[in-house]
């Protein structure tokens, strides 16, 4: 048995940025300038190499030297365009962050500011929606831009760099003065619903502004006439745009045709498509379409735009939903996204690789329990709530990793409790998918619960615990218990990927995750709970193996197991804000106070020291 060894860090550290005051003040909003007095204890940061979250969005400066991706893992990172190397990153760690995504990256054309916009923060309202604006060189932060409503969900700065656009869920469009250290201009609130994606062209002096929403419409503004030039609606919602100096590109709802206008919004022709398109751009020069993929089949591709769009070459190696792409050059394209979060380079006119980057880890597919081992599994499951195949066992006592010879004795989340069980369908704009579950009694529904996009799009996984109540694990990092009125009681927050499998010993819940973590939760509160009230859990524990079998066991208050070879994924990182944006990074090697511990699993639970 190898040697097992536990941190335990206490660092007390202040910092004081005095006499700052807000910058850029208007009748809109404001840039405020940060205080950095609000340090955190040093909070441990598992750093696989790579993406644990959805790839939301890619972009390449303008000399395509660097490439940026911003991930729901809370984290940006900017990589070498030839290597594919990590350069540096931004990371929100905070671990009670029920979002901690970011959804868009904006780098101005002089690379000196970038600008980042999703659900940084926790919640909403007054600091949930703000978009972060930092150097690009230092990563330091300069302040944040306040006046959006909800969620930031696109930026984009103009082409000579005078103006940030950002597009938000609380259905405005709304324009920056970066020249005027970000003084917001004005505000376009002619959709209906969320703003999904925006872009910038010039036609004289004037700058047009184009906006796709969830309403189904279009946008052309603008800017000096502060009004809108044209519009049009579709019947589906409006998610991903693509702007070329002759054409718009747009997905509608989930129609697998891709509709191209010209700059008048004047339809010229539809792409048909085997997959939901997602991720659309064109190449620099106009000659070339990217489009990624919503739904299966799992292919990127390239289409000629000179010759009628016909389809130049596909990429098939990402795995899973891959919506975020760029152009590093006329010929060189960058994809994120799949099953392990995958950043590619590859080549627009054959498909060939060129360049890949990705983290150690597994999206875990499978849990169960027996005693104090856990078994799981990598193998991705084909339908919801399926059970995938257990691969591996890791042994809670002895502190060992070996393959599983039997499955039948370890034990998985259940669907039934007394006459009550559990099913899921789907709802009409998510076919096939497990975006309802229902609750039945003796084979009867009696009530559902529904995800949608801002509480987790589906029910991928679910059961009982012994108390009957409801557990369900979502897109995103929602995992939630409900009673079996439906009503929520709690909402388990410290994933930050989808939730594709539980188990249960006991009170203790084990989930695993697209993240590459597995965690262990303690529901016995639960029992007590108030009648009306919702709780929010943190996880007691957080286990991630490598795919060479090394190991990291820790809890959010820095104590932590390893292996050899698994200490070199985690580090302590102190944050300011109230995101939690990472401050410093503190090697653990350099301060830990080494204690032997016997075993951190006692029955249903983890052993208190």
């Not at 996009?453 to 009957?468: C, D, P, W």
Request: negative net charge; charged residues 20%; proline residues 2%.
């Amino acid at each position: 048995m190898k040697r097992l060894i536990l941190y335990s860090i206490i660092i007390l550290l202040l910092l004081f940025l005095s006499g700052c005051a807000s910058i850029g003040d208007s009748d809109y909003g404001s840039w405020d300038s940060y205080r950095f007095a609000d340090i955190s204890d040093p909070i441990p940061f598992l750093d696989t190499g790579g993406h644990r979250g959805r790839i939301n969005d890619i972009v390449v400066s303008n000399d395509g030297r660097y490439i940026v991706s911003a991930s729901n893992d809370g984290t940006v990172r900017v990589l070498n365009s030839k290597t594919l190397k990590e350069i540096k990153k931004i990371a929100f760690i905070r671990p009670d962050i029920t979002g901690g995504m970011v959804y868009s990256v904006a780098l101005s054309p002089d690379e000196h500011d970038i600008a980042l916009g999703g659900l940084l923060e926790h919640g909403l309202g007054e600091t949930g929606n703000n978009i972060f604006i930092f150097d690009f060189e230092s990563g330091e932060l300069h302040g944040l831009l306040k006046s959006h409503e909800d969620v930031v969900n696109d930026l984009i700065y103009s082409k000579d760099g005078r103006f940030l656009v950002s597009a938000s869920a609380d259905s405005t469009v709304k324009v920056w003065n970066v020249v005027n250290d970000y003084e917001l201009l004005h505000t376009f609130k002619e959709h209906r619903e969320s703003v999904n994606e925006i872009a910038v062209f010039t036609v004289g002096d004037d700058y047009y502004i184009v906006s796709g929403g969830s309403d189904g419409r279009i946008f052309i503004y603008s800017l000096a006439e502060r009004r809108v030039l044209k519009s049009i609606r579709q019947s589906g919602g409006i998610r991903f745009i693509a702007l070329s100096d002759s054409y718009i590109a747009g997905t509608e709802g989930n129609e697998k045709t891709i509709n191209i206008y010209d700059h008048t919004l004047n339809l010229l022709s539809k792409i048909n498509t085997d997959s939901v398109p997602a991720g659309l751009e064109f190449s620099n020069d106009g000659k070339l379409l990217l489009s990624c993929f919503a739904s299966p089949p799992s292919s990127c591709i390239i289409y000629d735009v000179e010759n009628d769009f016909q389809v130049v070459s596909k990429f098939n190696e990402h795995n899973n939903l891959t919506i975020a792409g760029a152009f590093a050059d006329t010929q060189k394209v960058v994809t994120g996204g799949g099953n392990g979060f995958d950043i590619y380079a590859w080549n627009a006119f054959n498909g060939d690789v060129t360049g890949y980057s990705s983290g150690q880890g597994n999206a875990v597919w499978a849990v169960a329990t027996m005693d104090n081992k856990i078994a799981f599994g990598s193998v991705p499951m084909e339908h919801v709530n399926e059970k995938a195949p257990l691969r591996k066992v890791f042994d809670m006592e002895s502190q060992e990793i070996y393959n599983i010879e039997d499955d039948s004795l370890f034990k998985r989340i259940e669907t039934v409790f007394g006459d009550y069980s559990l099913d899921h369908s789907a709802c009409s704009d998510h076919k096939g998918t497990g975006s309802i579950l229902e609750i039945r009694r003796s084979g009867e529904v009696v009530q559902s619960i529904i995800r949608n996009n801002s509480t987790g799009l589906m029910h991928y996984t679910y059961g009982f615990n012994k108390e009957g109540l409801i557990i369900s694990g979502g897109s995103d990092g929602y995992l939630t218990v409900y009673d079996r009125k439906g009503n929520e009681i709690a909402s388990l927050i410290g994933h930050k990927g989808d939730i594709l499998s539980l188990a249960l010993s006991g009170d203790r819940l084990i989930s695993g995750s697209s993240d590459k973590t597995i965690k262990l939760w303690d529901l016995s509160a639960l029992k007590y709970s108030s009648k009306g009230a919702t709780y929010e859990l943190f996880p007691e524990m957080t286990i991630f193996v490598t795919q060479n079998n090394d190991w990291l066991v820790w809890n959010e208050n820095g104590l932590f197991s390893a292996s050899e070879g698994g200490k070199k994924y985690i580090d302590f990182r102190t944050s300011y804000g109230p995101a939690g944006i990472s401050k410093s990074i503190i090697p653990f090697g350099d301060i830990y106070e080494e204690f032997w511990l016997h075993r951190f699993w006692c029955g249903e639970g983890m052993c208190k020291r």
